[in-house]
C-alpha cells in the first residue's frame, strides 16, 4: 500500500480539511486506489515535547474510488510529524504504531512545516 498527502497545500494554525491517497502497486504502470480503509492521524510537534493537537478526525472516504478525507488540528506553526496508521474495514490496524510514552512516533508518516 502508499499512502500519499494531497492536501492541505497551505495548512494554516486551524483545523485543516486533509486529503491522502491509498494505493496499491498492481504493475509498473497501474496504481488502483484502495478502498474502505481508514487512515488514523495523530499529528506531533517533536521539538515541543511531542504534543499533540485536539479536534482531528481520520481520514475515511465518501466512496469507492475517492481520495480519503479527514481534519488535521494545528496549534502553531513549526515542523509536525503526521504519524499514521492504516486500518482496515474492521479496525484492524495494518501498518503504523500508536504513539505512547514509549513509542514516540509511527513507522508510516508525512512531514509538514509551515
Known amino acids: ?53 485536539p479536534n482531528n478526525v481520520n481520514a475515511t472516504q465518501s466512496g ?8 488535521l488540528s494545528l496549534t502553531m506553526t513549526g515542523y509536525w510529524k503526521i504519524n499514521l496508521q492504516l486500518a482496515d474495514a474492521a479496525g484492524t490496524v495494518l501498518k503504523g504504531e500508536e504513539i505512547s510514552a514509549t513509542n514516540e512516533a509511527s513507522s508510516i508518516f508525512f512531514e509538514i512545516e509551515f
Open 1 to 53: 500500500m502508499l499512502c500519499a498527502y494531497i492536501d492541505p497545500k497551505t495548512p494554516k494554525v486551524a483545523v485543516n480539511d486533509i486529503k491522502v491517497g491509498v494505493w496499491t502497486m498492481q504493475d509498473m504502470m497501474n496504481f488502483p486506489v484502495q478502498d474502505g480503509y481508514t487512515v488514523k492521524i495523530d499529528p506531533r510537534m517533536t521539538g515541543m515535547g511531542n504534543h499533540s493537537s
Open 64 to 71: 469507492a474510488g475517492n481520495l480519503y478525507n479527514g481534519k
